[in-house]
Structures are given as C-alpha cells and as structure tokens.
C-alpha cells in the first residue's frame, strides 16, 4: 500500500532533497583540482530511481544535460550489477564510456548504491569533466578523431569499491592514463567525497521521515512532473511544425551535416522525429543515443522552464531517432565533440517550436562550445595543458535582447575568468572584450559574441588544437529576426594571421612562444522583424561600441540617426 503524502511534507521533501543534490555539487566545485569542474562547474550530482535509474533530483548548480543522460549511466550499472547479482552497501562503480552513459569520453561516471536498513532505497552518482583522459589530443577534444581510440582512454562500468574498500587497481590503470594524474586524483577525490556526504544526508533524510515516507514523496514528484508537462502540451496549439540546421562539418571531410527535427503536438503529448537527419559521420560529431534524449529534455526545460528536473517531464514526450543517424552512433564511433551537436539540436528545437509559441522560445544562441587547447611542456619537462570553453551571445526573445557573452544553453557552467587561467598556464589574454556587429538583428536583437586573443608566454612553445562550430552556418533568428555573426578563428604563425581550412576545426597548431590564437564568437539571433526595434535602442547600442554606424543603418534603417546624443 503506498503511503499517502501531504503537499507540505511533499514540499519540505522536495526542497531537502534538492538540498542533498546542490551539496553534492558544492563539495565537488570546492575539492576539484581541475579548474573546468571547479571554477566552470561541468559537473552534476543527483539522485536516481532504484530500479529504472530515472532522475528523481538533480543538483542546479551542475550542467542541465546531465539530467536526462545521467539516468542511463545509472542504468548501466544497474544491468552491470544484476550481471553479477552481489551489489553491496559501499559499492562504487566508475565509467566513462560515452556510447553507453552519454557526453563524451571526458565526463567520468562515478554511481553509488544507497542502501537503508540492508534494502536498497535508490542511486547517488557523481559526473564531472576530467582534464585529460589520454587520447592523441590533450583535453581530448580531437576534431579528427575516426574512432573513440582517438578521443580518450575507454573505460567501461567496473567497480571502483566493493562493500567500501575501493580497488587500488583501477585508480592505477586510470592515474596511467592520463597527462595529469595530480588532477585526475583531486577530481576523483572530490567524487568520492561528495558521494560520501550524499550518503550521509541521505541518512539524515530517512532516519526523520522515515523510508516510505521519502519513496511516497519521491514517487509523488514525478507524478506531479508528468502533470505539469501535459498541461503545458495542452495549452498549445495542435499540429507538426519542421526545422533544419547545420553542423560545418565533422572535423574530417568538409561537408555540411544536416540536423532536422519535426515537432509535432496532439493533446497533452509531443513528439520530436528527428528523421532527415545526417547518417553517422566519420569524424567526432556523432552522439550517442542517450545523449539525444537528453538533448530533447534539455530544450523542452528551456521551453517550459517552470518544470522540475525529473524524469516525470519526459512520459508525455517521444524522442524518435533514426537507426544509423549521427545521432545514434554506437561504439566505436567517435563522439568527443557533442557538445556542438546537441547545440544543433536544441537549436531545430526552438526554430520548430517558435513557429508554434514563438513567445516561449528564444532564438538560436551562438551554438558552439569552443572547446580551445593549448598545451606544451614547461623549461622542467612538466607537461600542462590549458583547456577551456569560451562564451558568445544569447538569442534575443520576447521580451528583451539576447544576453551578451553567455555561457552555451546546456550548461549553468561559468567561463574560467581568466585571471585563473593565467595564473595556471603560461599563457596571456591580450583580448577579452565583447564582439562589435556580431547580434542577430531584430525587435530584440541578439546577444553579443566576444573576442579573445591568447599569447603563448612559454620559451618551449605550445601547440592549440580548436573543437568548434558555427563557421559556415550562422545562428537564425526567430519570428522573423535576424542571423548573427559567423564564428571566426584565427591563429599566428612567422607569416602572419591563417585559418583553418574547415572553418572551426583544427588540430596541430604548432605556436611559438610570443605567438597567438584569436577567437571572435558568434553572437546570439534576433528575435521579431528589425523594423520594430526602437530607434533610441539602436543609437544607444552605436553609442556604447556594440554596433557599427553602417550595420545599425543596413539593418535598421536611419531613423535611429535623428535620435538625440546621450
């Protein structure tokens, strides 16, 4: 008989256990050695259901795609552990095999059984971005990667602890197979730490309310999850509305991939068919099934913000991929830059449901990550390896314009000031500024890219390898806005400035010490015609350097020039 609950003690449950999660996520930001988790946040922690793996809570504080892919990660390890059919109090178990937990080979799975009074109440788990896991590229985004060999050393589901004594070996094998083992251990310790003190909260939790009590509550949640969705789907309009976009290419041939979704709503349910889309590619663009799923979660909490990060928003939604898409990719496919696909995604998402509640959505955002390493060895030999993402502009909206140098939509990530990066690599920003004439036109326009310009300060010269996108197809506009700016990347060499050949990807970049790499990001699109922008917002916008007097006049007309001086 399952246990009646009221809607305050369901409230106080639900705050408590969110409060569990953001903890979790606090211990790891606060013990990580690796500035990518401890200052830009890539990480997450929840909670996860016994036997399905779903998420019953996530963290706020980590990374929004992690909510949907981290329950197939817990899943795995459920199927791995009936396989043996010994799962202990104190087991752990790691992995980082992205074609069976999601992201890419970089994010290391750790996921813990909690057990209360011998039973097993639910899953903890712990995802964060390691530094460096092997590979032919540090930071292991290779942009001309064939297969996952070449992104980063494979580790499936093993036990890292068994009944609490953690197994030496595997920290041996993992510690062997990377660039930065004093890293690596601070990160993996941070995991484990913040395992740890899951556990203990969750102790506190039920030795209060009790084990049905908290199971009543958390079964509530997503019940209550699945309600909301389906009344959001019900207060929109019925029909099928189609979208398509375009990767550059996948870091090997120089053709464009298209990504198409059809979204279609019928009463209280939505599907996103994803048929059309590119077949699996030979470089490092392709994702794997369970990152597409969570992808689609992901844009439909962007869509309906107000839902709560639990599987329960996903029962009214059909993700339909097709077999052999780049966005189904099985192992050994190499998936190392997803996080330029399912930026993609997210952006057919929001153009398909602009067209059917244009005032929910916000247009495309600068749709690339970035991913830039520069690494090199110090006058000691001591190798380093400066990885980071990098921000762009936001699409404008209904209500305002697009947030200017953002970080991307699928991430609560920050960018690592660069303060911090300095004082760890030998490097100089000789630029970090926002980037003139890069927002998409429109009533609201875009938010602005920026502009970085990194020198390489050490005598033994560095090499930079670039994971980027938005090269060749820009981000759109929405309800009738503009395109933003392209992205651009250049690097310096004896003769001067070059750019890649494929536009955004490049491998190899061999720098000497005083020379640079620039990056100029995309800015976000508009949103509603240019035409109904306010005159007094485009001569305010020339005023403060953000647009130039001949892109204001090309895209808005003069009427903007008659405005007083300010």
Same mark, same amino acid.
């Given at each position: 008989m399952s246990t009646e609950i009221d809607p305050i003690t369901l409230a106080v449950l639900a705050g408590r256990m969110e409060q569990i999660a953001d903890e979790m996520d606090a211990t790891l930001f606060r013990a990580a050695f690796n500035p990518i988790i401890a200052e830009a946040h890539?990480?997450?922690?929840?909670?996860?259901?016994?036997?399905?793996?779903?998420?019953?809570?996530?963290?706020?504080?980590?990374?929004?795609?992690?909510?949907?892919?981290?329950?197939?990660?817990?899943? #795995?390890?459920?199927?791995?552990? @009936?396989?043996?059919?010994?799962l202990a109090d104190g087991d752990i178990y790691i992995f980082n095999d992205a074609h069976i937990g999601g992201t890419h080979l970089s994010d290391m799975r750790l996921v813990r059984p909690y057990f209360h009074d011998g039973k097993l109440f639910c899953y903890l788990a712990s995802v964060g971005h390691w530094h460096d896991v092997g590979?032919?590229?540090?930071?292991?985004?290779?942009?001309?990667?064939?297969?996952?060999f070449q992104e980063a050393f494979v580790l499936p589901p093993v036990r890292l602890a068994r009944g609490g004594e953690v197994n030496t070996d595997i920290i041996d094998i993992l510690m062997r197979n990377t660039r930065l083992p004093q890293s690596a251990q601070g990160d993996l310790n941070g995991q484990l730490g913040a395992l740890d003190l899951g556990v203990r909260r969750m102790d506190e939790l039920l030795a209060e309310y009790g084990p049905d009590t908290v199971r009543a509550g958390l079964d509530a949640l997503g019940e209550r999850a699945e309600t909301l969705m389906r009344s959001e789907l019900e207060a929109l309009p019925d029909g099928r509305w189609e979208a398509t976009d375009y990767l550059d290419n996948d870091g090997i041939t120089d053709v464009a991939l298209p990504i198409t979704v059809a979204l279609e709503i019928r009463g209280d349910t939505m599907t996103l068919d994803f048929a059309g889309t590119a077949p699996r590619c030979a470089g490092p663009v392709n994702i794997a099934l369970p990152t597409a799923v969570a992808t689609a979660y992901v844009a439909i909490k962007h869509i309906f913000p107000d839902l709560p990060a639990n599987a329960g928003v996903m029962r009214p939604i059909s993700v339909l991929i097709p077999e052999g898409s780049m966005l189904s990719a099985k192992f050994?496919?190499?998936?190392?830059?997803?996080?330029?696909? %399912?930026?993609?995604? %997210?952006?057919?998402?929001?153009? @398909?449901?602009?067209?059917?509640?244009?005032?929910?959505?916000?247009?495309?955002?600068?749709?690339?990550?970035?991913?830039?390493?520069?690494?090199?060895?110090?006058?000691?030999?001591?190798?380093?390896?400066?990885?980071?993402?990098?921000?762009?502009?936001?699409?404008?909206?209904?209500?305002?314009?697009?947030?200017?140098?953002?970080?991307?939509?699928?991430?609560? #990530?920050?960018?690592?000031?660069?303060? %911090?990066?300095? @004082?760890?690599?030998?490097?100089?920003?000789?630029?970090?500024?926002?980037?003139?004439?890069? @927002?998409?036109?429109?009533?609201?326009?875009?938010?602005?890219?920026?502009?970085?310009?990194?020198?390489?300060?050490?005598?033994?010269?560095?090499?930079?390898?670039?994971?980027?996108?938005?090269?060749?197809?820009?981000?759109?506009?929405?309800?009738?806005?503009?395109?933003?700016?392209?992205?651009?990347?250049?690097?310096?060499?004896?003769?001067?400035?070059?750019?890649?050949?494929?536009?955004?990807?490049?491998?190899?970049?061999?720098?000497?010490?005083?020379?640079?790499?620039?990056?100029?990001?995309?800015?976000?699109?508009?949103y509603g015609a240019a035409s109904g922008r306010a005159p007094a917002a485009v001569a305010r916008d020339v005023a403060m350097g953000l647009l130039s007097a001949g892109e204001a006049t090309k895209h808005y007309g003069d009427a903007w020039t008659k405005e007083p001086r300010t």
């Open positions: 890539d990480a997450s922690h929840g909670l996860y259901h016994a036997t399905s793996g779903d998420t019953l809570v996530q963290g706020k504080s980590g990374l929004p795609i992690f909510v949907g892919v981290m329950s197939f990660a817990v899943k #795995a390890v459920i199927d791995k552990a @009936a396989e043996h059919g010994d590979g032919a590229v540090p930071g292991n985004y290779n942009p001309a990667a064939t297969d996952a050994p496919a190499p998936v190392g830059g997803y996080t330029e696909t %399912i930026l993609r995604m %997210i952006d057919v998402i929001f153009s @398909a449901a602009a067209q059917a509640a244009p005032d929910r959505v916000v247009a495309n955002a600068y749709g690339t990550i970035n991913a830039l390493s520069i690494a090199g060895k110090r006058k000691n030999g001591q190798p380093w390896v400066m990885f980071s993402f990098y921000g762009g502009g936001h699409g404008g909206s209904s209500e305002s314009d697009g947030l200017n140098h953002g970080n991307a939509p699928i991430s609560t #990530a920050t960018i690592p000031p660069m303060e %911090i990066l300095e @004082a760890a690599y030998p490097v100089m920003f000789k630029q970090w500024a926002l980037r003139p004439d890069s @927002a998409g036109p429109g009533t609201h326009r875009g938010g602005m890219g920026a502009v970085y310009e990194i020198e390489v300060l050490e005598e033994n010269g560095a090499e930079a390898f670039l994971f980027g996108e938005r090269g060749r197809h820009a981000p759109q506009g929405v309800a009738g806005g503009g395109a933003a700016a392209m992205n651009r990347f250049e690097f310096e060499q004896d003769d001067g400035w070059h750019s890649p050949p494929l536009a955004s990807k490049m491998r190899g970049i061999a720098l000497r010490q005083g020379q640079s790499v620039r990056l100029e990001t995309p800015g976000g699109g508009g």
